[in-house]
């Protein structure tokens, strides 16, 4: 029966110590709800517009609730528009940061070019004989024609006698050739050397003028041939019609190879320069790439030959290629599309393109200081390359920068400022009221 008691008694005894564990730990915890309800709230944000603000709880036109912004959150700290940003509310609104570091900054420069004929392979073709065309050989325009093939037959009374006048001096230079007078003999040979230039100067060519002093037989007709391999671009004579010296006959142009005219942008010129390679691509078949480098830059804006007018309108300055083109499959007016890769910056502070916001007056970059609170922060920014920006001053590698949501960043830092001026205001003391003279007082 003691035994009994004496279990009771210490059952009792266990539950006593426990109750009293139970109130002293509840009492210990208590403050902790206490300090979570002294949490303040300051405003509610619009979620889809951080700069819309309400100082009481809201919906927007969707019908989300403005989010509440706690004092903890935004914080004042030592900087101006430095925010402080819970790690849940960063995960909520999608922001990323990357590492600033350097390398060297690479763009690609894409214009288009068109295809034209190399300067020093255009040949037009005349006569220096007035004359009638005898035979027309080359009838129709856009015929390719080889180097030396004949293009037509003129028949010119001036030349037939300039073959006579040939013939009479080499047959003089026969007559005196044993002659014991050295005088005699030389006068013959001025003769024929004279005679013969006339005939050079006509485009006689050496060959036929030796066969004709082996014939001793006079040609009636001249025959021009083509001075080049390339296709008739131009005809400008008819057979039976009558032609004056230096009248154009034909426009060959030989386009074996060809020049590609393109157009950079004034502000892409530091970047490039003679002997750059370039890919260059028709726009009818992107599996021919063809692979040119720049010959020449040339030192005006606007086309090819300088134009006072031209040059202040037009903002491009033209570029030169020079492909081969063997197997004509380049035509002359055809466009390509161009694409030079240039170093704009080497070892370079450099930020991806996104972190930059520009206000129009200044550019800057939100900085993630890694303890939950940014910056932002005024840079002095430089060349642009694809997808990253070179900063000359502001940031140092090893930084944080926010790629994403900066601008979300942005608006909650000018938001701070502006509520932090307006308690600045707040806290001016009041101007002395103006003395007003008492009622009814007369001057």
């Given at each position: 029966?003691?035994?009994?008691?004496?279990?009771?008694?210490?059952?009792?005894?266990?539950?006593?110590?426990?109750?009293?564990?139970?109130w002293f730990y509840a009492s210990k915890k208590q403050p902790e709800p206490q300090a979570?309800?002294?949490?303040?709230?300051?405003?509610?944000?619009?979620?889809?517009?951080?700069?819309?603000?309400?100082?009481?709880?809201?919906?927007?036109?969707?019908?989300?609730?403005?989010?509440?912004?706690?004092?903890?959150?935004?914080?004042?700290?030592?900087?101006?528009?430095?925010?402080?940003?819970?790690?849940?509310?960063?995960?909520?609104?999608?922001?990323?940061?990357e590492e600033v570091g350097r390398q060297d900054l690479k763009r690609v420069i894409r214009t288009v070019g068109r295809v034209a004929p190399v300067e020093d392979k255009i040949y037009v073709i005349n006569a220096k004989i007035a004359g009638w065309v005898e035979k027309l050989y080359?009838?129709?325009?856009?015929?390719?024609?080889?180097?030396?093939?004949?293009?037509?037959?003129?028949?010119?009374?001036?030349?037939?006698?300039?073959?006579?006048?040939?013939?009479?001096?080499?047959?003089s230079l026969d007559a005196v050739r044993e002659s014991p007078y050295p005088e005699v003999k030389k006068g013959a040979e001025s003769l024929v050397e004279a005679a013969r230039k006339r005939l050079k100067?006509?485009?006689?060519?050496?060959?036929?003028?030796?066969?004709?002093?082996?014939?001793g037989k006079i040609k009636r007709t001249m025959t021009i041939m083509a001075p080049a391999e390339g296709s008739v671009t131009e005809k400008m004579v008819s057979e039976g019609q009558m032609i004056e010296p230096g009248e154009p006959l034909f426009k060959i142009i030989d386009h074996s190879s060809v020049w590609v005219y393109g157009e950079v942008y004034e502000y892409e010129m530091p970047y490039i320069a003679i002997g750059q390679g370039a890919a260059l691509t028709p726009s009818y078949s992107p599996a021919d790439?063809?692979?040119?480098?720049?010959?020449?830059?040339?030192s005006h804006l606007?086309?090819?030959?300088?134009?006072?007018?031209?040059?202040?309108?037009?903002?491009?300055?033209?570029?030169?290629?020079?492909?081969?083109?063997?197997?004509?499959?380049?035509?002359?007016?055809?466009?390509?599309?161009?694409?030079?890769?240039?170093?704009?910056?080497?070892?370079?502070?450099?930020?991806?393109?996104?972190?930059?916001?520009?206000t129009g007056t200044?550019?800057?970059?939100?900085?993630?200081?890694?303890?939950?609170?940014?910056?932002?922060?005024?840079?002095?920014?430089?060349?642009?390359?694809?997808?990253?920006?070179?900063?000359?001053?502001?940031?140092?590698?090893?930084?944080w920068v926010v790629s994403t949501a900066n601008f979300l960043l942005d608006s909650e830092s000018n938001l701070k400022a502006a509520i932090k001026g307006m308690g600045a205001q707040k806290e001016r003391p009041a101007e002395a009221p103006e003395t007003k003279a008492p009622a009814g007082h007369s001057h």
């Open positions: 029966m003691r035994r009994s008691l004496t279990y009771i008694l210490l059952i009792a005894a266990g539950v006593m110590l426990g109750g009293a564990g139970a979570r309800q002294a949490r303040k709230i300051l405003f509610y944000r619009n979620p889809m517009n951080p700069e819309v603000t309400s100082p009481v709880p809201l919906k927007d036109d969707m019908g989300m609730d403005y989010a509440p912004v706690y004092e903890d959150e935004a914080a004042e700290t030592d900087k101006e528009g430095v925010v402080r940003i819970s790690p849940e509310r960063i995960q909520r609104i999608g922001v990323q940061s080359l009838n129709r325009t856009d015929q390719m024609v080889k180097k030396g093939e004949p293009l037509l037959e003129l028949f010119s009374p001036d030349l037939t006698s300039a073959q006579e006048e040939y013939l009479l001096a080499l047959k100067y006509w485009d006689i060519s050496d060959d036929q003028i030796a066969r004709l002093g082996e014939t790439v063809y692979s040119g480098r720049i010959e020449h830059i040339y606007g086309s090819t030959s300088y134009s006072p007018d031209e040059g202040t309108e037009v903002r491009t300055a033209k570029v030169r290629f020079e492909l081969q083109n063997a197997n004509h499959r380049l035509k002359l007016g055809m466009y390509l599309n161009v694409e030079i890769s240039v170093v704009v910056a080497t070892n370079a502070v450099a930020v991806p393109d996104s972190s930059v916001i520009d200044r550019q800057i970059v939100i900085v993630d200081r890694r303890d939950g609170t940014f910056e932002p922060r005024e840079i002095t920014p430089g060349a642009k390359a694809d997808n990253f920006h070179e900063i000359k001053e502001g940031i140092e590698p090893g930084e």
